[in-house]
């Protein structure tokens, strides 16, 4: 289950970062998920920088509990 966590962090982590880039820069097109909600156009930066937070947010809390067990 911790590994599961761990995945999903990392994907959020990636799909944050991936968007900031295409933001910026225009790369990672195909692959970004911001970019294809409708709700979330004219936030697209803010979402992303919520991605990695939260990805951030779930590695941090799915590493704390692998050292207590």
């Known amino acids: 289950m911790r590994k599961l966590v761990e995945l999903l962090g990392f994907l959020f982590l990636i799909q944050g970062a991936g968007g900031l880039v295409y933001e910026w820069i225009g ?23 919520g991605l990695i937070v939260l990805g951030l947010l779930v590695l941090t809390v799915a590493w704390s509990v692998s050292r207590k067990a």
């Open 27 to 49: 790369w990672f097109r195909l692959w970004v998920v911001v970019r294809y909600l409708d709700f979330l156009q004219g936030y697209e930066i803010v979402a992303n920088i």
